[in-house]
Each structure stands twice: as C-alpha cells, then as structure tokens.
C-alpha cells in the first residue's frame, strides 16, 4: 500500500501542496495577529464588507458572459472585457450630453434608465458581431484557433475603441441623488454601493432565471449538454449561440454602468483588469455554472477587500492595499490546488473526461 501511495504521488504533487499549506499558514497567521491588534474597529471590517460584495457583484455580471459562452461552446472569450468595455465606454458620451443639458439630475431614473439602455445595446452590438464574424467560422475548428482569434478579437477591439473614442480618460458625470450615504440596519452604506448591490443581485436573479425557468434557457441547456442532439430534436443551434452572447453582453453591459459608478473614469483598455478578475471568479466558481460565478466573483471581490487588511496588516506589510490583486489571485491558487473544477465545479469522471 505504502508502495502504491509513493507510485501515485508525484514531485509536483508534493510542491503543489507544499505552495497550499504555506498560502494557509500566512492567511491563518496573518489573520490572528491582525484581529489580535485591534487595529480596525467593526464599522471599518463592515465598510470593507460592504465595498467587497459591491464588487463581487460587478464581477458576477461580467463573469455571466465567460461562464455562458464556456458553457455553449467550450471556448475562453477573452475579448468579452472588451464587451464590457465597449457599453460604458459609448454611453459616457450621452451621459455627459445629458449633464450638460442638464436633465442627467433634473430627471436622474430617466437618465440613467437611458445610458444603461444605451451600455447595453453597445455590449450587446459587440458580442453578437463577436460571434457572427470571429466565432461562429471557427465553431468545429481545434480548441487553440478560436482562443487565438479571441485574443486577437481583444486587441482589435481595444485599438478601434481608441481610434474611435480617443486614448484619454472620460469621466462620467456625478448623480446629486447618489451622493452621500444612507443608514441601513445601523450600518452606514454609501448610496452607489448600494445601487451596485442592489442592481447586481436583480440582474443575476433575472440571468438565473432565464437559463432555468424560459423555454430558451431549457434550450441552452440541451446545447450545452449536447450540441448535435439538440439540433437534431429542432433546436435552432445557431439562434442560441447567438441569444448567449447577445445575453453575456447585455449582462456585460449592465455591469459597465455599475462599474462607473463606483470608478467614474473610463477609458479604451479599462476591461482588462476587470475582465480578467471575472474570468478568475467565473473559474473560482467553477466555469460553466451560473451560481458558480455569482459564488466565485463574490469571493474575489471580498478577497479583494477585505483580504489584504486581514492576511497582511498583521504580518508588517507597510501598504497592504497596494496588494490586493495579488491576494486575490493567490487564494485563488490555493482554493484550485484543493478543488481543481472550482468550488461548484463538475467533477469530471475519467470516462467523461
């Protein structure tokens, strides 16, 4: 038996584990030292919570767009941060038409009901054509062509937004009505984090639901499970695929606007960084599960917040904000060293696999 384990047991699986257990000792160590110093109070934990799952809801929304597309058609859109890029980044321009006009805070639900229209209709716009021109040629070709085409896509995408909207950094307009905060439960919560939180989880309840309660939703299911049976029991394969991504970019769209509010300044490469934040919280979650991505970007988005006060303020870090992505991204290394599929993953059996 002895022999067995050793035979089964690699190197790089003694490393890995090795990198596991040390992430876990720093975060264990690192968390007691910093609650023991009382350096904090409570309301500053709750304003870091709050900040947190603000974010993770902005996450979420763009993360929908990866897990869906991975979900129809087994493929990485790494152009979809441009998608979310792209609806903000057009709307920015009747928002700050409507603040000069004035109607942006004499009338701020028409307002916004307008540019979030607008965000979504350009995300959308994007995504489909994303689909019709660079994917859906590529659809039976190997695995690396359309993941290539996707990174070309992106930077085909970063460029003409450039070239069409400038390389600076436009500003979106400032809502009187969201100014401040409000006392919530005793807790004081500043009114865009509200919107974003309150927003997000609307649309994931709308997203969630159209897969699992719609007839279309049933139908990407049976796409996503079997792509050749479906078309065979008449599901239109191609008008699916298509209502995906129009679907990834709506979401993508909306999670734009949520974004702004909480950083006004956009800008041609501002999906980046995000985009790839949500990608990870789409694989924490486990790629291709809708509730996955919701779990996952909420986790990244309180690591983000939360993570490097607790693990790090304790050990000496003079600015351990300025290492907020690199926490994230490390949990993340550890939560994947103990479950590889993500947290809501399928496991995957060897004959499946």
């Known amino acids: 038996m002895l022999h067995t384990w050793r035979q089964r047991i690699t190197l790089t699986d003694v490393m890995v584990w090795a990198i596991g257990l040390a992430i876990a000792v720093v975060v264990v160590v690192g968390t007691i030292v ?15 919570l709050i900040r947190g799952i603000a974010l993770g809801g902005v996450y979420a929304l763009i993360a929908m767009g990866y897990t869906l597309v991975y979900g129809i058609l087994k493929m990485i859109n790494f152009a979809h941060s441009e998608v979310f890029m792209s609806g903000p980044f057009t709307a920015v321009f009747l928002a700050n038409a409507l603040n000069a ?37 590529l659809r039976d070709a190997p695995r690396l062509v359309p993941l290539i085409t996707a990174i070309g896509a992106s930077f085909f995408l970063q460029y003409t937004f450039r070239g069409l909207y400038g390389s600076g950094f436009q500003a979106y ?24 939180i309150v927003a997000s989880l609307i649309m994931m309840l709308v997203l969630y639901g159209t897969v699992q309660w719609t007839k279309v939703g049933k139908a990407m299911r049976a796409v996503s499970e079997d792509r050749e049976a479906a ?8 008008r699916i695929i298509v209502f995906t991504f129009a679907l990834g970019g709506a979401s993508a769209g909306v999670a734009g606007i949520l974004y702004v509010l909480l950083f006004p300044i956009v800008h041609f490469f501002m999906g980046f960084v995000p985009g790839i ?8 979650g486990g790629i291709g599960n809708v509730p996955g991505a919701f779990l996952g970007a909420m986790i990244l988005g309180l690591l983000e917040s939360v993570g490097p006060n607790l693990f790090l303020d304790g050990l000496g870090i003079p600015t351990p904000s300025q290492l907020k992505d690199a926490i994230a991204f490390v949990i993340l290394v550890f939560i994947l060293i103990i479950r590889p599929t993500g947290i809501l993953g399928e496991r995957l059996t060897q004959k499946k696999a």
Do not use: C
């Not at 910093?34 to 870091?48: A, E, R």
């Not at 942006?104 to 716009?125: K, W, Y």
């Not at 078309?231 to 191609?238: E, R």
């Open 34 to 48: 910093t609650l023991l110093g009382g350096k904090y109070s409570t309301g500053s934990w709750i304003d870091l």
């Open 231 to 238: 078309s065979l029991m008449g599901i239109d394969v191609d």
């Open 101 to 137: 006009s004035g109607f942006l805070n004499q009338h701020p639900f028409i307002s916004m009901t307008l540019i979030t229209l607008l965000s979504m209709a350009m995300s959308t716009l994007i995504a489909v054509l994303l689909e019709r021109i660079a994917y859906r040629p």
């Open 277 to 284: 934040k949500a990608f990870t919280a789409a694989v924490l």
């Open 173 to 196: 307009p400032s809502l009187d009505i969201l100014k401040g905060s409000m006392i919530i439960g005793g807790i004081r919560i500043f009114k865009t984090q509200a919107v974003v």
